[in-house]
């Protein structure tokens, strides 16, 4: 059987360091209460249509991931106090399998304002922090980023699946959360996707790495297949032994490292053996 695991993110590239903040709070529409007809018969000819707003087709549509609510202390005058101190909600979480430590690149329209990492993780909504200012759009704005930016991924952990043995035997549990995580994929289609096999210590060398990369190519042939995500996205690497989240010396420690960890990533992030066998 192969379970789902929620671990904290481990292996960021060093040079990914700290950054600030994001949000958007939403206001719900008002419902336009419509009349009872007279009669049973719905006579839609005899209802005039609702004007859409006139500012409508100028308004761009919102980025489906994005800002939803910025936060910053009362307290925070300064920029510098401001981006250290804030906080930003956005709008995914655990359902969409991101995990703790993902980092994130923020943009108002085409412009790119800096990083932000995720900080704590609900089902449906996250907190993110600002690691890397690079753009600002208002000096006068202490807090950098506004409700509506739009997020892009830059080194985002999801789901990591584990294996019992070196079968790929998804549960139910396991197929429903990896739908979610899958459509957060297509969500961003110029991201690709990384999936990293690893193994236990047990047999040699060459067996772990041949172990590892088949459990990615499994994982990998399963989101194609079932979640139509374009092979041309899928980079599967098999690591071996090690890479280990726990150790070896017991089973349970064996178990947490025969696993596939799903990373949604900048073009920049695929290595390059992969990216050159996409080429071939």
Not at 147 to 170: H, I, K, N
Request: proline share 8%; hydrophobic share 40%.
């Amino acid at each position: 059987m192969s379970s789902l695991g929620r671990g904290p993110l481990r292996l960021f590239p060093a040079r990914r360091a700290c950054l600030a903040a994001l949000a958007f709070s939403w206001g719900a529409a008002a419902i336009a209460q419509i009349p009872a007809a007279d009669t049973a018969r719905t006579d839609t000819a005899r209802r005039p249509a609702r004007p859409a707003p006139a500012d409508s087709a100028a308004r761009p549509a919102l980025p489906r991931y994005r800002v939803v609510r910025p936060y910053a202390p009362a307290s925070a005058g300064e920029r510098q106090v401001a981006i250290s101190r804030g906080r930003s909600r956005v709008n995914f979480g655990s359902r969409q399998g991101v995990q703790p430590g993902s980092i994130f690149a923020v943009f108002n329209g085409g412009l790119r304002l800096g990083l932000v990492q995720v900080d704590s993780v609900g089902r449906d909504t996250s907190w993110v922090r600002l690691i890397k200012l690079e753009n600002v759009l208002d000096p006068a704005q202490p807090y950098p980023l506004d409700r509506g930016c739009a997020l892009q991924p830059e080194f985002v952990a999801l789901e990591t699946v584990y294996f019992d043995g070196d079968s790929l035997a998804l549960s139910l549990d396991l197929r429903e959360r990896l739908r979610h995580v899958a459509g957060f994929i297509l969500s961003f289609p110029d991201s690709p996707v990384l999936l990293e096999g690893h193994s236990d210590d047990r047999g040699k060398k060459a067996e772990q790495l041949k172990r590892s990369a088949l459990q990615a190519e499994r994982l990998k042939t399963y989101l194609h297949e079932f979640h139509r995500i374009p092979l041309s996205r899928l980079h599967a690497r098999g690591y071996g032994s090690e890479r280990p989240m726990a150790s070896n010396a017991a089973e349970a420690g064996r178990r947490q490292n025969r696993r596939v960890e799903i990373l949604l990533v900048d073009e920049a992030e695929v290595p390059p053996d992969t990216a050159a066998a996409k080429k071939q």
